[in-house]
């Protein structure tokens, strides 16, 4: 089955300097690649996600860029805030053709801290 | 439009005892799912299900049951509560691309 490395686990940058969080998948059929942020205590929420069609994706300040050649995709975050502090999980996953959800697979997180 | 409510948010078991986690959507999505969030080890598939009537297991089903007769919920069952059930559990849901999640039901086994 798939599985997603995340790296790093965790990350400590100064405001408004760029974070970079990479992870690599195992399966070349997995097609769609979601990026969530956790704050603490609460639900993940969906922050960017790319298809397997698009080689990168930009979102204001948060990017994420896929190579399906070489299996990962990385999330990037420029002039971060405090308030960008959070967990960041990747995620993988093989969408059938119609686009029904086919089951997520995740990495194991990032924490990321901005500070001050 | 509430999108994913779970029921309860903290809950504390007795080794042995069983209980059920609510799930339920308003989103009209065919896909739902349970994870269990754990320190350290990201969010591990528990069981899904790709519409009503149909459920399957994930990564770490081991202890739990799921049943899907609405397209709306999508209930956990914890048959007999273990300390390793220990964890953040979050039911999500979606249609084509990204997951929404509920709030997590924190769970004790003590």
């Known amino acids: 089955g798939e599985n997603v490395e995340q790296h790093p686990s965790t990350l400590s940058v100064q405001e408004g300097d760029s974070a970079v969080i990479k992870c690599t998948y195992s399966d070349s059929a997995s097609n769609y690649f979601p990026w969530y942020k956790q704050e603490l205590g609460k639900r993940p929420q969906l922050i960017i996600d790319?298809?397997?069609?698009?080689g990168e994706k930009k979102d204001q300040r948060i990017a994420v860029t896929l190579n399906k050649t070489a299996k990962h995709f990385s999330l990037h975050i420029t002039e971060t805030q405090p308030e960008d502090s959070a967990v960041y999980f990747c995620?993988?996953?093989?969408?059938?053709?119609?686009?029904?959800?086919?089951?997520?697979?995740f990495g194991k997180g990032t924490k990321l801290s901005v500070k001050p | 439009n509430a999108g994913v409510t779970q029921t309860p948010k903290f809950q504390v078991l007795k080794t042995g005892q069983s209980m059920t986690l609510q799930c339920a959507q308003d989103m009209n999505h065919e896909y739902m799912s349970w994870y269990r969030q754990d320190p350290g080890m990201g969010l591990r598939l528990i069981h899904y299900s790709v519409g009503a009537g149909i459920t399957d297991q994930g990564e770490v089903p081991n202890g739990y049951n799921v049943s899907r007769s609405t397209t709306e919920d999508f209930p956990l069952r914890l048959l007999s509560a273990a300390p390793s059930q220990t964890s953040v559990y979050f039911c999500a849901s979606s249609k084509a691309g990204g997951a929404f999640f509920g709030q997590g039901t924190r769970l004790t086994v003590v």
């Open positions: 790319i298809r397997s069609n698009v």
């Open positions: 995620a993988a996953s093989k969408l059938p053709y119609g686009g029904s959800q086919g089951n997520l697979i």
